[in-house]
């Protein structure tokens, strides 16, 4: 955590003795898998994200990120309303950080009724590319299937993206705020809960809301983005020194196409 924290303040400091102070950054992508990152980490990771000016994807995959992150990540998919991917598969969130974290991902982008939205909501849903390519697959969240459907329950519009031909990173059939691909498949018991686990199952609450209050859906339209997109290159970062980017790049983008491959089988 300790390198991560020093690694993303070199990197902000190396833009800004490069660039006017106040400046967005101009990362595209964000990719810090397989680094063992924790709270600490992540909440620096983030803390670059959200000065990025068109950020798309951020890659936390395969590191040691427990519950204890779910606020930093939640406050990156309530700022930053352009991104289109978030991989955080193969961590240790339970079903109440990652309840936290879709709920947070739904508010950012402006929940529906569960059912399809409007024909003239869907045609600007698809035009903004607004449903966000979300990856929770192998944390410790017990009891998947009773956790989305607290989340259905919640009119939290989210989509499984089971329709590999008409769902996919950049597009869904039914234009929903929220893709949960592969979300059943995790490293928890996902039976019904026995006496010694039962207290640990998690009830999916929404905590932005008053105490006592009923839950309702957030507005419908969300809130413009203040960013603008860039249609230059794609910009990444990441925690390995400036020789060896390349070399990580690539070995992580193998590695998050070899576990797609293989969920799809």
Known sequence: DEDAEAVCQKKVALHRKKHSEGEWLEYQEIDVSQNRLAQR???????????????????????????????SICRLLEECLELEQLHLSYNQLTGQGASEIILAASRGRGSGAPRPPALEQRRE??????????????????????LLEDLWEKRVDFCEARDAQRCGPRVCKRCALVHLPYFS????????????????????????????????APSRE????????????????????EEDEEDKDEEAEEDEEDEEDEEDE
């Open 41 to 71: 980490g992540c909440k620096a990771v983030v803390g670059v994200a959200l000065q990025c000016s068109d950020l798309r994807v951020v890659k936390l995959f395969k590191n040691d990120l427990t519950d204890q992150a779910a606020p």
């Open 125 to 146: 849903r698809r035009e903004r590319g607004i449903t966000l390519w979300l990856r929770l697959e192998h944390n410790r969240i017990k009891r998947s299937t009773k």
């Open 185 to 216: 498949k995790q490293d928890a018991d996902d039976g019904a809960a026995s006496p010694e686990t039962a207290a640990e199952v998690v009830e999916v609450v929404d905590t932005s809301a008053p105490s006592g209050s009923t839950p309702s």
């Open 222 to 241: 969300p809130a413009a983005p203040v960013r603008q997109r860039s249609k230059g290159a794609m910009a990444v970062v990441s925690l390995e020194d």
